[in-house]
């Protein structure tokens, strides 16, 4: 039997819907009704659904489902490495790592997205020949807040429209997801790492981006930089080749599309 997202994407029928799905319209009254207080009903099923460890979580003030799914975390359960060298995820979430060559910034399935066309800027994309692409795909399950991976100064964040499509790798074998999802970038000089970009992206249905600071700024590694409202997400990291040594696992899987499961605060990596 076909699952839903193949009859989305895989049906003729399914396409038609789709389009409806991840219209701005029904995104918008999507998020209208999981932030009303109806929507609380939908919190305890969700739990038992994805074995969610409430536990872990401050579960105070909780008046609709999205307070729920952007819920913090208890302090000391997402450790932050202060170690200058030590380079850390900003999110959890499944990782996977592509090296940027000749304008591909990924290769998933069989789709492949150029860095101008993800970024809509040639001179920023050709900074990053020869870096590193870190693609955290983020699931329902997973803490939706990230933070920053290091400090340094952020320019005012860019933010490109799109429509939303889930990041489920079904997904990614009929659609450019990365693409036609709208996403918001920020360009950080770090301290640690040279010129970086953070990018979220949203995901169907809902997906909002909710990040904390817009403007140019200075920042703290382990600061929170926002957070995602329902919708499994994604977090795009770019980062040059010369500034970075990448752990043996990620670099063991460079290219080949494989998921290694992060958390927040994790040390994925070293400064050269």
Do not use: W
């Amino acid at each position: 039997m076909m699952s839903t997202l193949e009859i989305l994407y895989k049906t003729k029928a399914g396409r038609i819907l789709l389009r409806g799905l991840i219209s701005k319209p029904v995104s918008e009254l999507s998020g209208q009704l999981l932030d009303s207080r109806l929507s609380k009903v939908l919190i305890k099923p969700f739990i038992r659904k994805n074995d969610i460890r409430t536990e872990d979580y401050q579960m105070e003030n909780i008046g609709c489902f999205n307070d729920f799914f952007c819920r913090r975390i208890k302090k000391g359960l997402r450790p932050i490495s202060v170690e200058p060298k030590n380079f850390v995820a900003p999110c959890d979430g499944l990782l996977s790592v592509y090296r940027i060559h000749s304008g591909t910034v990924l290769k998933v399935k069989q789709s492949s997205f150029n860095m101008k066309r993800l970024l809509r800027d040639r001179k920023l994309a050709a900074g990053f020949e020869g870096g590193y692409a870190l693609v955290f795909r983020l699931c329902v399950n997973h803490y939706h807040r990230y933070v920053y991976f290091d400090s340094g100064y952020q320019y005012k964040n860019r933010r490109i429209e799109g429509v939303y499509h889930t990041v489920r790798p079904i997904a990614l074998e009929e659609y450019p997801v990365y693409i036609e999802n709208t996403r918001e970038y920020t360009v950080m000089d770090t301290e640690n790492f040279g010129r970086c970009v953070q990018m979220e992206v949203g995901a169907m249905l809902v997906g909002r981006i909710v990040n904390e600071k817009t403007g140019s700024c200075s920042v703290k590694r382990g600061e929170e930089k926002g957070h995602f409202e329902y919708g499994g997400s994604t977090i795009i990291v770019l980062v040059p080749g010369n500034k970075v040594n990448l752990r043996k696992d990620l670099l063991e899987n460079l290219d080949r599309d494989v998921e290694i499961p992060v958390k927040m605060g994790e040390v994925i990596g070293h400064s050269k």
